[in-house]
């Protein structure tokens, strides 16, 4: 009876001792302090008055609904960033171009200006995309003479300013694999390096093989059905 009695002392001191250390996170519960308040519950609920099955039961579902959430949102994340890189990859394709464009003309507080017609004031020119970058998850074009502007500031794609600028864009898929079709068989290969002789522009892959990307037909950062030997040529 005595040490039964040192025994729940022992355990009063150590949830006494947890509740004294317990720490204040940033207020978001995941599926792991789910499961330990729900284990905590169980260890500290009153014998002759145990929890119902069907409160055990529905505390249980909302576990399993949180885990599922939590897994859902991960998801979503994988998804927006694979869609990023797909964007980026894209937008890629302007850099080296000449483009029109469009803004509303800005006074020194910020306001758009307003003509005599009472109509926004817009301004226009022509500059050429020399790079680009990502803010807040929204891609920006930086102008050949430091403007930046969003793709819905974009009014026509003019095309290229000279014939090095589609080496240079090319050149951007170097590292990456490409699908293409070899005859009526699709195949995947790792671009190592992009020519462009007697105008004509070819991408080379690690086995040799030079292809027009015409015949792409998918582009990706990593592909598993690439062995891992394969390895660019000297």
Do not use: C
Request: aromatic residues 6%.
């Amino acid at each position: 009876m005595i040490e039964g009695q040192k025994a729940v002392s022992a355990t009063d001191y150590l949830v006494n001792k947890q509740r004294d250390e317990r720490k204040t996170g940033d207020g978001t519960l995941g599926k792991d302090d789910f499961m330990k308040l729900l284990i905590t519950q169980l260890q500290n609920q009153d014998p002759t008055n145990p929890m119902k099955d069907n409160e055990f039961i529905a505390q249980m579902a909302q576990f399993s609904s949180l885990e599922q959430t939590m897994n859902l949102a991960k998801s979503f994340d994988k998804f927006a960033e694979v869609q990023n890189q797909t964007q980026l990859i894209q937008y890629n394709n302007f850099v080296g171009k000449d483009v029109k464009w469009h803004e509303l003309k800005l006074d020194d507080s910020g306001n758009p200006v307003v003509g005599e017609d009472g109509n926004s004031v817009i301004n226009e020119g022509v500059n050429q995309i020399v790079s680009l970058k990502y803010d807040n998850g929204s891609v920006i074009f930086i102008m050949d003479d430091g403007k930046e502007l969003t793709p819905g500031n974009i009014s026509e794609v003019m095309g290229s300013a000279s014939g090095s600028s589609s080496l240079v864009e090319a050149s951007m898929l170097i590292g990456k694999f490409v699908g293409y079709m070899d005859d009526k068989e699709e195949k995947i290969g790792k671009v190592v390096a992009v020519s462009n002789k007697d105008g004509k522009l070819q991408y080379v892959l690690a086995d040799g093989t030079r292809i027009d990307g015409k015949n792409f037909t998918s582009i990706s950062e990593i592909d598993e059905e690439v062995p891992e030997t394969e390895k660019p040529t000297e």
